[in-house]
């Protein structure tokens, strides 16, 4: 299965700008026949923007069913983060389009990162996993996946892939470098790691996006400018697979 991830800068309360690139590198990964392409955290209208409350997007927006109708020209399912507008309620969430217009799933993240989004978003209180190209997928967004227990959650539901968008930025370098690559090898599972890069308002991102195999290697690894990486993912190695959980031993 090949999957594709876009890394660029926030597009900064435009949502034409985010959806023209969004469509744009659609486009491109349904060219070389990707399965799902990953978006970074709040994509639409940014991470980190001032007036994200009044900008929130019902699941029923014009602008998602605009995205929809572009992955299903473009063939390739799309992963995106969104601020999610439920009723009075605001949600830090990532949407999961097929590669026939339909959503596969909506997730919301469940780890808020800091007093920033604990004030804005209402934390989600669920896994979502869905079946995609002959794999199970689960989402998860940023500050999520550092979270060992998360990870052998959806590993013990079949999980073999989890698309994450994020949003991860300076001083934290460990993270892309360390964390991503330690999860996947320690539970078995690719990850999809799309983040920003540049600066936008006090943040600069520190990019490192990334498309990691189930044993932990790094097939596709971007710096810190706007890139599209593309890897196809390797069939999982039972004698390379992580025994962990089933070796845990209680104290």
């Not at 399912?77 to 217009?101: H, K, T, V």
């Not at 189930?214 to 196809?232: K, N, R, S, V």
Request: with cysteine; charged share 15%; aromatic share 8%.
């Amino acid at each position: 299965m090949r999957i594709a991830v876009w890394q660029g800068p926030s597009p900064a309360s435009d949502l034409e700008t985010g959806l023209s690139q969004a469509t744009a590198a659609l486009a491109a990964a349904g060219r070389v026949n990707a399965s799902v392409l990953v978006l970074p955290e709040i994509w639409l209208p940014g991470y980190n923007q001032p007036d994200i409350p009044s900008r929130g997007l019902a699941a029923d927006a014009p602008e998602l069913a605009r995205l929809a109708a572009a992955a299903r020209d473009a063939g390739c399912a799309l992963a995106i983060g969104y601020a999610e507008r439920d009723g009075e309620a605001l949600y830090n969430s990532a949407l999961c389009i097929g590669p026939d217009g339909t959503i596969l799933a909506n997730y919301r993240k469940i780890q808020l990162y800091g007093p920033r989004e604990q004030a804005l978003y209402t934390p989600g209180t669920g896994y979502v996993t869905f079946d995609l190209a002959g794999h199970t997928f689960a989402l998860l967004i940023c500050y999520d996946i550092e979270f060992a227990p998360h990870i052998n959650a959806l590993a013990a539901q079949g999980v073999s892939v989890i698309l994450c968008p994020t949003a991860n930025m300076h001083p934290f370098t460990h993270v892309p470098r360390v964390t991503v690559p330690a999860m996947a090898a320690n539970h078995g599972i690719a990850i999809a790691y799309a983040n920003y890069c540049g600066s936008e308002g006090d943040l600069t991102y520190t990019g490192g996006s990334q498309i990691t195999g189930p044993h932990g290697e790094t097939l596709a690894l971007a710096g810190e400018h706007p890139a599209l990486l593309i890897a196809d993912l390797p069939p999982r190695d039972p004698a390379r697979l992580s025994t962990q959980s089933a070796d845990f031993r209680t104290m």
